[in-house]
Structures are given as C-alpha cells and as structure tokens.
C-alpha cells in the first residue's frame, strides 16, 4: 500500500471522543513505551518492521480518539 490511516484510542489529553492526528514522522518522535496490552507489537514497532523489509508504506496517518476510560481486564 502506498498510505495507511490507523484508527485507534490514544493516551492524549481531550475530552472523550476528541480526535488527534498523527503523521508517520511524529510517531518517531518518542520512545515506544513497554508493551503490556493486546496492541501488541505497537503501530512505531510495527511500521519499523515494514520498513525493514521494504513494505512500509510512505503515508502513514493515525487517527486518535481520546478514550473515556481504559481499563486492564480480561
């Protein structure tokens, strides 16, 4: 794929439902944090591997929704 857009929920400030854009570049701009979670490999990680082997797409836009709560459960 040329470009990707990624739908997910972001650690961000905002009211619930508000909206962040990220571009592919900004993703890099801070170390991933540990994985703990079922996102695992994270999207910077995953990107990462793409790109290691060739297949990373050159536009790449995540769309954050800022949650009302996330909480660790089964």
Excluded at 22 to 28: K, L, T, V
């Amino acid at each position: 794929a040329d470009a990707a857009i990624v739908v997910d929920t972001v650690s961000a400030a905002g009211a619930p439902g508000d909206l962040r854009l990220y571009r592919r570049d900004e993703m890099f701009r801070r170390p991933p944090p540990p994985r703990v979670n079922p996102h695992e490999p994270g999207l910077a990680e995953a990107l990462l591997t793409l790109e290691l082997s060739g297949g990373a797409p050159a536009e790449v836009l995540l769309v954050g929704v800022v949650p009302d709560a996330v909480e660790v459960g089964v």
